[in-house]
Structures are given as structure tokens and as C-alpha cells.
């Protein structure tokens, strides 16, 4: 066992750009179910990537067979989270991705923010800091009360909530604090299986009821299955169409999944596609004004410009849980490897911005030593959002993770071992 890593003092970071990045969550949280609903959006958007990319296929495919059958989730729930870095050279907030599935870390950065609070009272003075500038996080709480609002939704007291995760679970205090608040203060029961066990233990009845042994299943919580390694055989993607088909509340659905994929974020980055699912033009315009340059690899220009100046720019594929992007010279590689190739295998990837945020110094602390260095951080606003037939029970901004890291580093990720959780403090 391992403490989480963090870092000793908070960042500083501008207010304005703070209020800018929590007033975009409800935005996204919506965009995100408006997209959800486009069936047809999302399996065009897709239908080159799912040539070159098996993941994606096998997603895309429970995708098309719930279509099929015309399966309507009534009972929608969504716990995001939406990344940004503050580019240093325009000063403007610019979005590094949206999670929809299992958006983790958040307990830790709970504490963090607590640790924080009581250094900066302890020691304010002779840090010249107040700890009233650290936003409150109580992201674990109001993630809690979502998932206990869907499950109230589903409507049986009976009905257990169940915690779809990995066999070699690293993060798991994460998850246990969230789900003990559950049982707590809500008096739900959650029970945690892999989805080979699901396999195993759940049976569909025909009324559309997911059984996992005697419990019947209100809400489905996903903290594993966007990576291909949760599926190491069918066996686990029998569980993952099976929980699909079930009339327990998924988060997410596989449509929210689908819209979490770095395809469908530059997707939406094209001109005239926001309007396509949100009327009101100032918030396009919010959203719009965080996105950083996305292209796909067929876009000549872009990609000449790449080949030019790879250290301006990231290749994507579809893959969440951080260590699967290029950078620097590896860019212009694959950009000529792959214009070699049939334009299928370009499909498989995104071309981004490289957004390059302002540094600072920082004391990182990691199994128990400290290391200054000279660092980065990325912001992640967490949303939650539920809704059912008749109207939106919950569209909320529900708290941050700040993750910092040393400045050379590209990747990011805490779990994957780049990061460290930090705190912010309002300038
Ligand atoms: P994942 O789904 O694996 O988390 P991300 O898109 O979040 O993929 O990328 C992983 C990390 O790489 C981010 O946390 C960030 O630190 C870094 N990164 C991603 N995109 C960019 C970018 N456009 N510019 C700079 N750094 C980036
Ligand atoms: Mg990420």
C-alpha cells in the first residue's frame, strides 16, 4: 500500500479563468446528452475509426445493436469531468479532453484539499497565503448524492448499486470512500465485481431486470471497462452488452461512453456542429472558446504543419487511462509512417494542439519524499448530471482534481504514475 501522491502547497491560478472552467461543467454535462441522443452522429462520427481500431468497434457495435432493439434510456446519469490547462502563450483556458466513464480521483483530491487548507493555516503567515483562497471540494459527496439520486429514480428500496471494477484495482480507497458515503448517508448498498464476475453472476430477466446473483441491479457505476485490458476474453464483453441491455441506470451508457472518445471531441470542434445540439449561442460560444486546434489525420494542411513543427502538436488514439499519446518527434514519424498507409489506419487517430501551460515550481511529494521541481498542472472541473423522462434532476459543477507535474513530463495521469494531486489557490 501506497499514499496517494501530492503535492505540499497549492498553485496559483487566476480566478476568472477558475469561474470560467466550473461555469462550463453544467454546459458540458448537457452537450453531453444532447450528443448522446444522436444515434446516428455518433456512428457516423465513428465509422472510419472503427476500421482502424478494434476497441472502438466492439463499443460501437453494442452501440448499433441498442439502436436495433431501440432501447431508450429514460433514467440518465453522468459523472464527468472535463480537463483544461491554462495556455500560457494566449492566456485562455483551453479543454485537454472530457471524460465520461470512470472520472477518478476524487476522494483523494477531497483530502488534499483539506491537507492543504490546515498547512495554510498553520503556517499562513510565513507563507504569505490565506486559506480562503482554496475552493472547497466536495466532489466525493456530490458524486454520492448523484449516484443515491439515480438509484432513488429506479425506484426499489430493494435494488443494490453495482461498482463495475478492475481485478487489479490500485485506486481502490477511491472508490470505497464514495461508496461507504452511500451506505452511510443514503443507506444504499453497492456491491464491487470485475466484469468477468459479472459474466459469471448476472442474468438479464425478460422484463429488461439485471440480476447479479438474488440482488437486482439499480444503477450500473462503471470504474473500469474504457480501456481494452478490462477485456481480456468475450467474457467481458458479454457482461458489458448484458448490463446494456438491462433497465438499470447506467453511468455511463455506452452512448456516454461514446461521446467521452477524442474522435467525437474533434468531432465537435468543426464549425457548425456545436449548433447542431445547443440553441443558445452564448454558451456555443463559452464552449467553443475552450477548445484547442483538433484535426483529423486526413486534414493535409494540418498535417503538413505537424511534419514542420511536431513539438507543436499531440496524436491521440482512442484510448482513456493516460500513456497511449504522441509527442515531439514521434509525431512527425507516425504522421509519415501513416500517410504511407490506407487513410483506415489514420482514422484510428486525432492530431491536437500541444497547449503549452505556465510553469511554477513545486514540492511533489511521492512515497513519502518530497521533490521540487520546476512544473505544470491540468484542471479538471467534475460534473454530475441526472435526469429522467420529464426533466433534469441534477446539472451540477461538483468540485476538481488538480494534477501537477513536472514540467519535461508529456503525459499526466496520477494513477498511471505522472502526476501528483495539487490544490488550487484563487489569484
Ligand atoms: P487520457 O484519456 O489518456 O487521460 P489525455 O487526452 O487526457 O488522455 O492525455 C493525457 C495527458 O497528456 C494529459 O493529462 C496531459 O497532461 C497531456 N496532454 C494531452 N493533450 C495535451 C495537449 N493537447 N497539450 C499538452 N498536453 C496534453
Ligand atoms: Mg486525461
Known amino acids: 500500500m501506497t499514499h496517494s501522491p501530492f503535492s505540499l502547497l497549492p498553485i496559483s491560478f487566476p480566478r476568472s479563468n477558475w469561474q470560467q472552467a466550473c461555469e462550463l461543467a453544467p454546459l458540458f454535462n448537457e452537450l453531453v446528452d444532447r450528443v448522446s441522443l444522436d444515434g446516428e452522429f455518433l456512428q457516423e462520427s465513428l465509422s472510419r475509426t472503427k476500421e482502424a481500431d478494434v476497441f472502438t468497434r466492439r463499443l460501437l457495435d453494442i452501440h448499433s445493436k441498442m439502436l436495433e432493439i431501440n432501447k431508450?434510456?429514460?433514467?440518465?446519469?453522468?459523472?464527468?469531468?472535463?480537463?483544461?490547462m491554462l495556455d500560457a502563450q494566449t492566456n485562455s483556458l483551453l479543454q485537454v479532453e472530457l471524460n465520461t466513464i470512470s472520472t477518478s480521483s476524487i476522494a483523494p483530491g477531497c483530502i488534499v484539499s483539506e491537507l492543504h487548507r490546515n498547512l495554510i493555516n498553520q503556517n499562513g503567515k510565513l507563507l504569505g497565503l490565506d486559506s480562503g483562497n482554496i475552493p472547497r471540494n466536495n466532489n466525493v459527496s456530490q458524486y454520492a448524492e448523484a449516484l443515491a439520486k439515480a438509484w432513488i429514480e429506479y425506484n426499489n428500496s430493494r435494488a443494490v448499486i453495482l461498482a463495475v471494477v478492475q481485478a487489479d484495482e490500485h485506486n481502490m480507497y477511491d472508490q470505497l470512500w464514495l461508496l461507504s458515503i452511500l451506505k452511510e448517508r443514503y443507506g444504499v448498498t453497492v456491491i464491487r465485481k470485475t466484469l468477468t464476475e459479472i459474466d459469471a453472476d448476472a442474468v438479464l430477466l425478460p422484463d429488461g431486470t439485471l440480476l447479479v446473483g438474488d440482488r437486482e441491479v439499480a444503477v450500473v457505476y462503471f470504474r473500469a471497462g474504457y480501456t481494452p485490458r478490462d477485456y481480456p476474453s468475450e467474457s467481458e464483453w458479454r457482461a458489458r452488452l448484458l448490463m446494456e441491455q438491462s433497465s438499470a441506470v447506467k453511468c455511463p451508457s455506452i452512448s456516454y461512453h461514446l461521446v467521452g472518445t477524442k474522435?467525437?471531441?474533434?468531432?465537435?470542434?468543426?464549425?457548425?456542429?456545436?449548433?447542431?445540439?445547443?440553441?443558445?449561442?452564448?454558451?456555443?460560444?463559452?464552449?467553443?472558446?475552450?477548445?484547442?486546434?483538433?484535426?483529423?489525420?486526413?486534414?493535409?494542411?494540418?498535417?503538413?504543419?505537424?511534419?514542420?513543427?511536431?513539438?507543436?502538436?499531440?496524436?491521440?488514439?482512442?484510448?482513456?487511462?493516460?500513456?497511449?499519446?504522441?509527442?515531439?518527434?514521434?509525431?512527425?514519424?507516425?504522421?509519415?509512417?501513416?500517410?504511407?498507409?490506407?487513410?483506415?489506419?489514420?482514422?484510428?487517430?486525432?492530431?491536437?494542439?500541444?497547449?503549452?501551460?505556465?510553469?511554477?515550481?513545486?514540492?511533489?511529494?511521492?512515497?513519502?519524499?518530497?521533490?521540487?521541481?520546476?512544473?505544470?498542472?491540468?484542471?479538471?472541473?467534475?460534473?454530475?448530471?441526472?435526469?429522467?423522462?420529464?426533466?433534469?434532476?441534477?446539472?451540477?459543477?461538483?468540485?476538481?482534481?488538480?494534477?501537477?507535474?513536472?514540467?519535461?513530463?508529456?503525459?499526466?495521469?496520477?494513477?498511471?504514475?505522472?502526476?501528483?494531486?495539487?490544490?488550487?489557490?484563487?489569484?
Open 72 to 84: 431508450r434510456e429514460e433514467i440518465r446519469l453522468g459523472l464527468h469531468r472535463s480537463d483544461y
Open 263 to 427: 474522435k467525437i471531441q474533434q468531432e465537435l470542434a468543426k464549425p457548425n456542429v456545436l449548433e447542431r445540439f445547443i440553441e443558445n449561442e452564448d454558451d456555443i460560444e463559452k464552449l467553443r472558446k475552450c477548445f484547442a486546434g483538433l484535426w483529423d489525420l486526413d486534414d493535409s494542411n494540418a498535417v503538413k504543419n505537424a511534419i514542420k513543427r511536431p513539438e507543436l502538436f499531440v496524436i491521440k488514439p482512442q484510448r482513456e487511462g493516460g500513456g497511449n499519446n504522441i509527442y515531439g518527434d514521434d509525431v512527425r514519424e507516425t504522421l509519415l509512417k501513416l500517410e504511407k498507409e490506407r487513410s483506415e489506419e489514420r482514422a484510428a487517430y486525432i492530431l491536437m494542439q500541444r497547449i503549452f501551460p505556465f510553469t511554477a515550481p513545486a514540492c511533489l511529494v511521492r512515497d513519502g519524499s518530497c521533490h521540487q521541481v520546476n512544473s505544470v498542472s491540468e484542471v479538471g472541473i467534475f460534473g454530475a448530471y441526472l435526469r429522467n423522462k420529464e426533466k433534469v434532476i441534477m446539472n451540477d459543477e461538483c468540485g476538481y482534481l488538480i494534477r501537477t507535474k513536472g514540467s519535461t513530463a508529456n503525459e499526466g495521469g496520477v494513477i498511471s504514475g505522472y502526476a501528483v494531486i495539487d490544490i488550487i489557490y484563487l489569484t
